[in-house]
């Protein structure tokens, strides 16, 4: 009993080590994004421009988050493409609707059929883009006024 005594003593060791070492992690992230977008916001005049580089910024902390987090929960996968092919065949089948509102949203990115500033119509709704994420954009409407307004 004193050798699963101590195997269970270790792993908990490194489970919390891990959630010490991820939150760490996340916590350098924020603080660097914070700084690179005031960095952004004394140096960018252009709002335009502002917006762009601030989501470019959130979305490249995002993605090291991911990357560097998974790298510290994931070191005993022997075989990397296996688990990536399964993961990618459940999320496939679980998560069909995030993925093709993600799959819209990286259309939009690259083809730029409407920018944040353009009016658009979508069915009988019509305003401004305010904002563009990457499972929603945000649009403020315009005209259908009911009686309350």
């Known amino acids: 009993m004193g050798e699963v005594d101590k195997l269970v003593a270790l792993l908990q060791g ?3 080590l891990n959630i010490l070492l991820s939150v760490l992690i996340i916590l350098i992230l924020w603080l660097l994004s914070k700084i690179v977008h005031g960095i ?4 960018v005049t252009n709002i335009k421009s502002n917006y762009k580089w601030k989501k470019t910024t959130s979305y490249i902390a995002v993605f090291l988050g991911f990357i560097l987090v998974g790298r510290i929960w994931f070191e005993g996968i022997q075989s990397l493409a ?19 509102n993600f799959a819209g949203w990286l259309f939009i990115m690259w083809r730029k059929p409407f920018v944040v500033g353009n ?3 979508i069915g009988n709704h019509s305003g401004d883009v305010i904002d563009i994420r990457p499972f929603q954009f945000t649009i403020l409407e315009i005209g259908n006024w009911v009686k309350a307004d």
Do not use: H, M, P
Not at 40 to 43: A, F
Not at 86 to 95: P, R
């Open 119 to 121: 009016r658009i119509q």
């Open 40 to 43: 952004i916001e004394k140096r």
């Open 82 to 100: 296996t688990f990536l092919g399964l993961l990618s065949a459940g999320l496939a089948i679980a998560l069909k609707d995030v993925i093709s």
């Open 14 to 16: 490194n489970i919390s």
